[in-house]
């Protein structure tokens, strides 16, 4: 919706304006909202895989969302919008946007979301990222609101999410800054009777249905369609992945809860 009213208030294609708008001011030279790429870009791009690593059939699935799903960028790139972010909510920097405009783009609206960034911390712990999912594609970015510190990581993969959150996890621990740092936590093995309860479609009106299933003696979610992870127990009631900071905390009966990641907190039920 927000796409459509940009153009209709312009009255200029969205790929056009958006090349004006951000990726020009920006230096966002090797980055386009093009679907599908243009012949002589696409030799560049990094092909799609699933999850075990396959090439998907066709390349790149077409996606007319160019708002949502459309951007074709770099790792560079994706930098010089964070640091064009920075800088604009320092004010030093008014390429981009006005200093006003960029407090209230990074002001947590609800859940810690902002006007299309996830936020959290305050002060010199104030970040946003946001994660890229389109098919065969998985990347995040991540940045300091005050400071010019922050990472991109981008990946051709349907499992590229768990190296990508590694990776900055692995940054953070080198350069030292106060998020994404490593908790280490210990599993538990769940009786019986509390494994057998857990495995079927779980409902939110935030985010869609998840899945967890057993799979070869092993507890697996499913978070986003076709993308299982495994699952592991810190408490019959808690559980948890490896791939981000998300845990589950369900009620006795195994048939509702709460999945919380960071200021991200929403109710889920089972649905069979």
Known sequence: MLQQALIDRSGRPFDALLQDSVLKPVGMGDSRFAQPLPAALLARAALPHDRNGQAYEGGAYTYPELAAAGLWTTPTDLAKFALALQRAALGKDKRLLSKETARTMLRPVQNGYALGLA?????????????????????????????????????????????????????????????????VRKAIALDGARRAALPGRYVTREIGDFVIE??????????????????????????????????LHFAADAK????VSGAFDIAFTRAD
């Not at 991540?142 to 400071?147: D, M, S, V």
């Not at 979610?221 to 490896?242: C, D, K, M, N, W």
Request: without cysteine.
């Open 256 to 259: 509702s809860g709460r999945l």
């Open 214 to 247: 057993e799979r070869d003696g092993q507890l697996m979610i499913a978070l986003r369609t076709g993308q299982y992870e495994p699952l592991y127990a810190e408490s019959p009631e808690q559980l948890f992945v490896l791939s981000r900071e998300a845990d």
């Open 119 to 183: 936020t959290d911390g305050t002060g010199t712990t104030a970040s946003f990222e946001h994660g890229g999912s389109n098919m065969g594609y998985q990347n995040t970015l991540f940045a300091y609101t005050e400071h010019g510190d922050g990472a991109v990581v981008m990946t051709n993969g349907d499992a590229g999410a768990e190296l990508a959150q590694s990776v900055i996890r692995a940054i953070s621990a080198e350069y030292k800054w106060p998020s994404y740092q490593t908790r």
